[in-house]
T-cell receptor
Framework: DTGVSQDPRHKITKRGQNVTFRCDPI?????LYWYRQTLGQGPEFLTY????????KSRLLSDRFSAERPKGSFSTLEIQRTEQGDSAMYLC?????????????FGPGTRLTVL | AQKITQTQPGMFVQEKEAVTLDCTYD???????LFWYKQPSSGEMIFLIY??????QNATEGRYSLNFQKARKSANLVISASQLGDSAMYFC??????????FGAGTRLTVKP
């Protein structure tokens, strides 16, 4: 399978715990994006990387959220001290640069439930 | 501020007919990209079509076409010859000067046999 993969697909955690999600982009894609989607809404942009550099970070991303892409390949998104409001689907996407961000390919998402 | 508006929460269309899903946007940036994505009940976002702000012609991809009216700031998606498998949520999105992607609230399309 050469698409974007995300792990885990589902995560249930208790409020106050830390969680980490992983995204593996399409191998030749140098851009990687994180989004959050709540029920009945469109995805909300969180951050994106070009290679290992984090180029943009939404103001939605509080200090409890951190994302890394250490070698320009896979990325991790960590949420510290989770809150019930963090419950959502976390989507990862990747693309090639130089095409005006066209054709972002999305992964299946990680559904987070905070109890 | 960049904003995407989809005013149709739900749409119904008869199988084999064409349907138009509305999208308007607001930006002061002259350079931007407009996208449509499909999200079936399985949850995965599927890219459908892209229109650049400087593109002279409307984008087409198979049964999908984008009716781009720059002066009116609208980017409506037209699906021709609807199929039952087209039933899904459809999102309009824009990438602009702030280097982020803004999505609309989506339109749920139901294709009736």
């Amino acid at each position: 399978d050469t698409g974007v993969s995300q792990d885990p697909r589902h995560k249930i955690t208790k409020r106050g715990q830390n969680v980490t999600f992983r995204c593996d982009p399409i191998s030749e894609h140098n851009r990687l994006y994180w989004y959050r989607q709540t029920l009945g809404q469109g995805p909300e942009f969180l951050t994106y990387f070009q290679n290992e550099a984090q180029l943009e970070k939404s103001r939605l991303l509080s200090d409890r959220f951190s994302a890394e892409r250490p070698k320009g390949s896979f990325s991790t998104l960590e949420i510290q001290r989770t809150e019930q409001g963090d419950s959502a689907m976390y989507l990862c996407a990747s693309s090639l640069s130089g095409r005006t961000q066209a054709e972002q390919f999305f992964g299946p998402g990680t559904r987070l439930t905070v109890l | 501020a960049q904003k995407i508006t989809q005013t149709q929460p739900g749409m119904f269309v008869q199988e084999k007919e064409a349907v138009t899903l509305d999208c308007t946007y607001d930006t002061s940036d002259p350079s931007y990209g407009l996208f449509w994505y499909k999200q079936p009940s399985s949850g995965e976002m599927i890219f459908l079509i892209y229109q650049g702000s400087y593109d002279q012609q409307n984008a087409t991809e198979g049964r999908y076409s984008l009716n781009f009216q720059k002066a009116r700031k609208s980017a409506n998606l037209v699906i021709s010859a609807s199929q039952l498998g087209d039933s899904a949520m459809y999102f309009c999105a824009m990438w602009g000067a702030f280097n982020d992607m803004r999505f609309g609230a989506g339109t749920r399309l139901t294709v009736k046999p």
